[in-house]
Structures are given as C-alpha cells and as structure tokens.
C-alpha cells in the first residue's frame, strides 16, 4: 500500500541552526501538508501546498519556515533559524485532488531543540 | 473558523464491550468528517471519513462513526473493543472550500484484557 515516507526520524538541533525536514508524498497525490504536534497538544496545521505554491498557511508559518518541492518527488519543510518552542512532532501529510479525498499522514519526523 | 471537541481525555473499556469516543465540531457549512488513530512513536492513520450520504459511516477495523447535523456531533464505535485497539483517536474536521484539517486534543483509549 503507497504511504508518506518522513525522514528522518528523529532530529536533534542547536537553537539558531537551520534544519530541513523531508517528506515523500503518495506518487499521485496532488495537495501535501505539513503539520505538528507539541508534546501533549493537538496537532495543529502548518501550511498546505498545490501546484507548486503555497494554498494556505496558519499564523505559525512565519518567516522563518518556509516549504519546497524540488524535484516533483520529494516535499521538504525548512525552519531557518530554529527556536526551543519549534520542538515538537511534524507530519507531513498528502492527498488526491478530489474535494473529498482523505489526507494521508506519514510517521512523523521529531526536532528537538536544545 | 472550525474546531473540533473531543471532551474525554481518557475512555477506558473491558475488551469485548462497547467503545465510544465523543467529537462535535464547529464549521461554516458542509462538515467533512475524519477518524484517525496515532499508535506509539506512529503517524496518524485513516479509520473512517464522512463526506455526504448514510449518517453511519463504517471504516477499518471494524469501527463506524455516526454523522449527527443536529447535534454537530460524529462519534467514533465500535461494537466489542480489542485490547489492540488502545492508541490515540483524533476527529478532524474539513470545511468543503478548505484545504486543511483541524483537529480534535485526542483521545487516550485503553483496552483492558
């Protein structure tokens, strides 16, 4: 069965230091989405991505994140300068084009920040 | 804006009884209505959907949910729980003209032998 594939798993980082998560989205799924879940909160939406630009962000999505999809495969999620609070759960997340289609969540990539 | 509610933290049942996890949600017009469970150190994985049509919904592992308008409510059953069916359950809710989901705080559902 086509899954969404995150790595890595688990990523460790200074505070200030730039990281890139990475996500492989289902092959032909059109919308990907990138969302987190802080230790014990809900999980909460980031930013949503379709025909190569931005949908739709949430008041998190600053700018120090920003969203890629470079080779038409791979979707990434950069935070530039990361903070103690952007520690947490990120999931990325696919979907096929029609309206009523469920997204697909991969397992997961958790940043520390220390 | 949307929202989803789920008032139990925590629902503990006896394996083979009835299992019943509450969510009721809050969105301009049409509701489209997910299930998904989180098992340790997993992703979120897709149980059932409510898009349009019958109010009961029937999804994997034997669980259903039922749409309720009236009540903006989409309870999450299934008949006789499984000790593996302990894990963390969100509701998520989609507006028809948006791209993304809001979730429920999760529910903590332990199955005891």
């Known amino acids: 069965e086509p899954e969404v594939t995150q790595t890595p798993s688990h990523q460790v980082t200074q505070m200030g230091q730039e990281v890139i998560l990475r996500c492989v989205p289902i092959?032909?799924?059109?919308?990907f989405y990138w969302y987190r879940q802080i230790l014990g909160q809900k999980v909460e939406f980031l930013v949503s991505f379709y025909n190569n630009e931005i949908s739709e962000k949430s008041e998190i999505f600053d700018d120090q994140f920003s969203v890629e999809r470079p080779d038409g495969s791979n979707f990434t999620l950069k935070i530039r300068s990361t903070k103690l609070e952007d520690s947490a759960m990120y999931f990325c997340a696919s979907r096929q084009g029609a309206v009523t289609t469920e997204a697909f969540f991969g397992q997961g990539t958790r940043l520390t920040v220390v | 804006a949307q929202s989803v509610a789920q008032p139990e933290d925590q629902v503990n049942v006896a394996e083979g009884n009835p299992l019943t996890v509450k969510c009721t949600y809050s969105v301009s017009g049409n509701p489209y209505l997910f299930w998904y469970v989180q098992y340790p150190n997993r992703g979120l994985q897709f149980l059932l959907k409510?898009?349009?049509?019958?109010?009961l919904v029937k999804g994997s592992y034997g669980f259903e949910a039922e749409f309720n308008k009236s009540q903006t409510s989409f309870h999450l059953k299934k008949p006789s729980a499984l000790v593996s069916d302990s894990a963390l359950y969100f509701c998520?809710?989609?507006?028809?003209?948006?791209?993304?989901?809001?979730f429920g705080a999760g529910t903590t559902v332990t199955v005891r032998a």
């Open positions: 092959s032909n799924h059109l919308y």
């Open positions: 409510y898009i349009t049509g019958d109010n």
């Open positions: 998520a809710v989609r507006a028809v003209n948006d791209y993304k989901l809001s």
